[in-house]
């Protein structure tokens, strides 16, 4: 029989407190918009008592999505479970997830408590969430370095106090996949009231097992995925949202398990995350690295024009890759985008639609076959800058040793000039911006690429800049590489001043 097993995507909470991938409160309504169209049955959107962004994020994510359950962390005292919960109190179906520390390496080391101190406060802890949220979700963190016994008394007591769902989290990245087996098989046989509850994993990628180790998860009972869109997370990341969905749905004969997962909308919610994030991933990278699905070996080639089967475990539209993804041109008309983005998995409303028209008029003209990753990048920016403060209306740039730049911007309706002169012209044109708009940053990381093939290619620029002892990212696009990078420091100044706005 086929069983089904629950997504619980923390892309949001645990993904998003990796370095670099911080996301402002836009661009987490974006991103679980997307989820919720990927089918994921739970978002973790936060961590709400971290600041008031973090609470504000939570929020408006809660409000913002109707069909998935969304859940809010806290740790196991009285202030963070209020605060998640009160962030939590406009969801459809909220979940407030607790947690503790059960390995004895923790107790010791960070908590300070004694092992009867921590099952009090674990089973104290998930009473008071019960009396604020229906659904109640506790986690022992450390679990797999835990001492079995111990973890086994600290889950009956989360479950005696009310718990709906146990998670026992590799938190270190530590198990193997026959101990992780092990470890649910043994809880769920000898806690007493383990069949009342869901059992959920919760693997980090230290040792590279965290998918390997979540499908373990499930031969041992668990039923419900922790995970992250492209792997994200502390450290070397979390289970891979799609690697784990793509192996249950083509390893159905080992693993017999369905999820609520609509696969046709991976590729989408990868790309979304990277464009946000400005977090890369590999090409390599399974499912949704650019050669995943790429034949380069002449006798791999033939095999495959001969049939798929030969070389494909799956194929790029299950994930909603085409083949051919060149979609439309310079004659195109607005319907058909409209119709293009659709099929890409994009709502958008009719102003959107004729925002992006003039957009793509605009790119069309300088390129001649425009992708569906230029149409995505496009979108990405496009939504961006519709949050932003001050946007870049006119860029001009000569000489390069040194160099010299005229920028103006626009906030509301009024405009600002200024000139700079710099080593080369971004740097000139970065500190044309500083001076109009005040503040002074650093660049730390700087990236360019094609967003698609062909010499006219649109170039993505992702740019990570310094501002007051804190990294922003920022991207922009252009089939002009400097106006791509500048756009990219101007979104990254823009989130800033939106934080700054609203701290
Ligand atoms: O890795 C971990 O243990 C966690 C918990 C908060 C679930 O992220
Ligand atoms: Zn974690």
Same mark, same amino acid.
């Given at each position: ?55 504000? &994020?939570?929020? +408006? /994510? ?9 859940? !809010? =962390? #806290?740790? %196991? @005292? ?114 007493? &009231?383990?069949? +009342? /509850? ?9 040792? !590279? =097992? #965290?998918? %390997? @180790? ?114 439309? &041109?310079?004659?195109s008309g607005k319907h058909g985008l409209a ?9 958008l409303?009719?102003?959107e639609v004729t925002e992006l028209y003039q957009r793509f008029s605009v790119?069309a ?13 496009l ?125």
């Amino acid at each position: 029989m086929v069983e089904r097993v629950e997504i619980f995507d923390t892309t949001l909470r645990d993904g998003e407190q990796s370095p670099g991938a911080s996301m402002n409160v836009n661009e987490k309504i974006q991103m679980a918009l997307q989820l919720e169209r990927l089918g994921v049955d739970i978002i973790e959107a936060g961590f709400p008592i971290a600041s008031e962004q973090e609470f504000e &994020g939570v929020q +408006k /994510v809660a409000a913002a999505v109707k069909k998935p359950r969304v859940a !809010g =962390l #806290a740790r %196991a @005292n009285r202030a963070d479970i209020e605060r998640a919960a009160k962030a939590i109190e406009k969801a459809e179906r909220p979940v407030l997830h607790t947690f503790i520390a059960t390995s004895d390496i923790h107790l010791e080391h960070k908590l300070r408590m004694t092992r009867e101190q921590v099952l009090e406060k674990a089973a104290e802890a998930v009473r008071l969430a019960k009396t604020l949220v229906g659904r109640v979700e506790f986690s022992a963190e450390d679990s797999t370095r835990s001492d079995p016994k111990y973890l086994a008394h600290v889950v009956k007591a989360a479950i005696d106090a009310g718990a709906d769902v146990i998670n026992l989290p590799d938190t270190v990245g530590y198990t193997t996949p026959i101990e992780i087996e092990e470890m649910f098989r043994n809880v769920i046989a000898t806690v007493p &009231g383990s069949d +009342k /509850v869901v059992f959920s994993c919760h693997n980090h990628n230290d040792l !590279g =097992l #965290a998918v %390997a @180790n979540a499908l373990a998860a499930l031969r041992g009972g668990a039923r419900q995925i922790e995970c992250c869109v492209n792997g994200i997370g502390e450290r070397a990341g979390n289970t891979s949202l799609e690697e784990v969905v793509m192996a249950m749905k083509t390893r159905q004969n080992v693993y017999p398990f369905e999820t609520g997962i609509v696969t046709e909308e991976i590729t989408n919610t990868s790309r979304l995350l990277g464009n946000l994030t400005g977090l890369t991933i590999s090409y390599n990278k399974p499912i949704v690295g650019r050669n995943a699905f790429a034949h380069e070996a002449g006798i791999h080639q033939h095999g495959v024009i001969a049939s798929r089967i030969t070389y494909e475990i799956m194929t790029p539209e299950s994930v909603g890759r085409s083949s051919n993804d060149l979609i439309l &041109g310079k004659h195109s008309g607005k319907h058909g985008l409209a119709k293009r983005c659709a099929d890409l998995g994009f709502t958008l409303d009719e102003n959107e639609v004729t925002e992006l028209y003039q957009r793509f008029s605009v790119l069309a003209d300088k390129k001649k076959e425009i992708f569906e990753d230029d149409l995505r990048v496009l979108l990405a920016t496009m939504r961006n800058e519709s949050f932003e403060t001050y946007s870049l209306e006119q860029l001009r740039t000569s000489g390069s040793d040194p160099a010299m730049a005229l920028v103006k911007l626009k906030r509301g309706g009024e405009e600002f000039f200024d000139t700079a002169i710099g080593d080369g012209p971004v740097d000139a044109a970065c500190q044309a911006i500083e001076r109009v708009v005040g503040v002074s940053g650093r660049l730390q990381e700087f990236n360019i690429r094609a967003a698609s093939p062909g010499k006219d290619a649109l170039g993505e620029a992702h740019v990570t800049v310094l501002l007051d002892g804190k990294s922003y990212y920022g991207t922009g696009a252009s089939t002009d590489i400097i106006e791509a990078a500048v756009k990219a420091y101007l979104s990254a100044v823009n989130k800033y001043l939106a934080l700054q706005l609203t701290a």
